[in-house]
């Protein structure tokens, strides 16, 4: 039986207020991030994954169709992950870097997210985490427009690929995996790990019908995001026959 984690996402949506924060103001989340991993590893928690991706406060610095500072928190590569850089950190003075990790979303468009370069960016920034030695690093596949698969963009998982050759620390790749693409990505070395969300709420024993071949069940993408039990609790488990 896989063991379970828990993981503390620290995140912070407050759309796109980043223009209007001061120095003294972004220094403050940083110590209020650092805060909050103190009380997450007290409550018991395994580790501490920091969403930076899906339009949360660190995409909007990370990306410059967002990004409209001209101060030391915008404009190049540098300054506009400096956020989530200075975050990173002080959440490794808590916990180690072995229990934090970092999820990013190259070619993100949540939100009508955006940057003029992601390649170079993301690049950037995998190449800043990788002295940190991460727990690992999470990718989102940009086959992933905002929260559906989109069937017009490139479907091939070229996000860990990029990254892969800036960071040589565990990656995730997550993002319209089958379990067939899960293993191409895993046999190419491109990724360590492959994270699945759909078929897994679908499918709460999702690694052990992978394991006998077993069908999957259909999921009900309405029901994603709130609602009552159905969508949620009631996916039955595999029935042997």
Do not use: C
């Amino acid at each position: 039986m896989e063991q379970a984690h828990r993981h503390l996402f620290l995140h912070a949506r407050d759309a796109f207020a980043h223009r209007r924060r001061g120095h003294a103001e972004i220094e403050a989340l940083v110590e209020a991030f650092r805060l909050a991993a103190i009380r997450g590893k007290e409550a018991g928690f395994d580790g501490v994954e920091i969403h930076a991706a899906n339009g949360y406060l660190f995409d909007q610095f990370l990306q410059d169709g967002s990004n409209k500072r001209t101060d030391i928190y915008g404009g190049s590569f540098e300054n506009r992950a400096r956020f989530l850089l200075d975050t990173t950190r002080a959440i490794i003075s808590v916990w180690g870097s072995d229990k934090v990790a970092v999820r990013m979303g190259p070619s993100g468009s949540w939100g009508d997210m955006s940057d003029s370069d992601p390649e170079g960016l993301f690049t950037y920034v995998a190449q800043q985490l990788a002295p940190l030695k991460l727990a690992y690093l999470h990718l989102i596949e940009p086959r992933i427009a905002g929260n559906i698969e989109d069937e017009s963009r490139d479907q091939a998982p070229v996000a860990a690929q990029l990254i892969r050759k800036h960071y040589k620390g565990a990656i995730i790749a997550a993002g319209g995996f089958s379990q067939a693409s899960a293993e191409a990505i895993l046999q190419a070395g491109d990724a360590d790990m492959v994270a699945f969300g759909r078929h897994f709420i679908a499918n709460p024993d999702l690694p052990e019908r992978f394991r006998n071949g077993w069908a999957l069940n259909d999921y009900d993408r309405p029901s994603f995001f709130g609602g009552s039990e159905i969508g949620y609790t009631d996916y039955p488990f595999h029935q042997a026959a």
